[in-house]
T-cell receptor, first 114, second 116 residues
């Protein structure tokens, strides 16, 4: 069983479109994250939800809107896609308050905006 | 603010040899965690090893060990007996413990190539 799963794995779309990436974790964790990895492989936090509540919201264009329907799911919706949005997006989850708070990552979604 | 520095963009190691990947960090948090992740060419991010700032002993996980030198603010990853499957990008990361600092701050990564 995959612990953190993201869909789709690949997403190719035109500029101006709206798209969503879904993430689900079956680890029973209470916190989920979205990270963006750019073309130089640099990873940066975008958002984090704890028990469905937004706790981290980095400087990200408001075209990006996360939604957490429950603790096990964190989806990312992107409006009016731009060329610069092309990147790999990773979902991760962890359990806060466990000391280590190890984050486990999904396989990533490679978004290409044409 | 937290910062992670990985100064080796690329490294080569002979199969079966040991290799050290460097990582230095900067933080004002009194308590923090340090992590290493592996990203093979297939793209997934794989957790390797964790070191807490108050842990007395260096962390070890199989062939991976973390050489933690708190005074020097370094957290180097040592891979013993390298295998071809170790060829990948390796990322050092840290996390604070205060509210709003649960996210990981990553370094730029080191690309390790294992030579047969």
């Amino acid at each position: 069983d995959t612990a953190v799963s993201q869909t789709p794995k690949y997403l190719v779309t035109q500029m101006g479109n709206d798209k969503s990436i879904k993430c689900e974790q079956n680890l029973g964790h209470d916190t989920m994250y979205w990270y963006k990895q750019d073309s130089k492989k640099f990873l940066k936090i975008m958002f984090s939800y704890n028990n469905k509540e937004l706790i981290i919201n980095e400087t990200v264009p408001n075209r990006f809107s996360p939604k957490s329907p429950d603790k096990a799911h964190l989806n990312l919706h992107i409006n009016s896609l731009e060329l610069g949005d092309s990147a790999v997006y990773f979902c991760a989850s962890s359990q806060l308050g466990t000391g280590k708070n190890i984050q486990y990552f999904g396989a990533g979604t490679r978004l290409s905006v044409l | 603010a937290q910062k992670i520095t990985q100064t080796q963009p690329g490294m080569f190691v002979q199969e079966k040899e040991a290799v050290t990947l460097d990582c230095t960090y900067d933080t004002s948090d009194p308590s923090y965690g340090l992590f290493w992740y592996k990203q093979p060419s297939s793209g997934e991010m794989i957790f390797l090893i964790y070191q807490g700032s108050y842990d007395q002993q260096n962390a070890t996980e199989g062939r991976y060990s973390l050489n933690f030198q708190k005074a020097r603010k370094s957290a180097n990853l040592v891979i013993s007996a390298s295998q071809l499957g170790d060829s990948a990008m390796y990322f050092c990361a840290m996390r604070g413990t205060g509210a709003g600092s649960y996210q990981l701050t990553f370094g730029k990564g080191t690309k390790l190539s294992v030579i047969p």
